[in-house]
T-cell receptor, first 115, second 110 residues
């Protein structure tokens, strides 16, 4: 029973390029969350999505960042024109939804390095 | 806004007991979770408290006091494999979102 799958695990980009991070939630989960983690820091909420809907994007930078969770396929976090400050680990988590999130299931993360 | 405060680092020896405190200021607070993260790994769920009191799961226990906006994670009979970062996270019902604290790095020494 596969857990949350993220790819790529490691991604290197030069400044100005685009980064695309993918997340397949656990089977049966319809809610996806993206978090960003800088070294030695906590997890910062970015965006919460359900299938074909963005529920809460209050943690997303206003420019260059976008996220989607299409009806078919993985959720994608897209960062355009990357800058060095975007270097971080990006974690995806999923939950089955419902009225209370007792537990989020995290993927292993995608580590973005911007040169 | 929402904020959670926890100590940055704790060091203890094998077999000892460690308590990691977490204070929170969260509007619409619903419950407090704890997650463990080893270096380079994924955060993994440890416990969840929605009601006041102590929840025990093996060597780990978690406590919540809603009136004090305070909780803690208790790690007993520490083992080397418990060396990791531990995060408290507040669940806000409106918006179905978890907000994480900055994490406490626990270092277990022989």
């Amino acid at each position: 029973n596969a857990g949350v799958m993220q790819n790529p695990r490691h991604l290197v980009r030069r400044r100005g390029q685009e980064a695309r991070l993918r997340c397949s939630p656990m089977k049966g989960h319809s809610h996806v969350y993206w978090y960003r983690q800088l070294p030695e820091e906590g997890l910062k909420f970015m965006v919460y999505l359900q299938k074909e809907n963005i529920i809460d994007e209050s943690g997303m930078p206003k420019e260059r960042f976008s996220a989607e969770f299409p009806k078919e396929g993985p959720s994608i976090l897209r960062i355009q024109q990357v800058v060095r400050g975007d270097s971080a680990a990006y974690f995806c988590a999923s939950s089955p939804g419902g009225t209370t999130i007792r537990e989020l299931f995290f993927g292993e993360g995608s580590r973005l390095t911007v040169l | 806004g929402q904020s959670l405060e926890q100590p940055s680092e704790v060091t203890a020896v094998e077999g000892a007991i460690v308590q990691i405190n977490c204070t929170y200021q969260t509007s619409g607070f619903y419950g407090l979770s704890w997650y463990q993260q080893h270096d380079g790994g994924a955060p993994t769920f440890l416990s969840y408290n929605a009601l006041d009191g102590l929840e025990e799961t093996g060597r780990f226990s978690s406590f919540l006091s809603r009136s004090d906006s305070y909780g803690y994670l208790l790690l007993q009979e520490l083992q080397m494999k418990d060396s990791a970062s531990y995060f408290c996270a507040a669940y806000k019902a409106a918006g179905n979102k978890l907000t994480f604290g900055g994490g406490t790095r626990v270092l277990v020494k022989p």
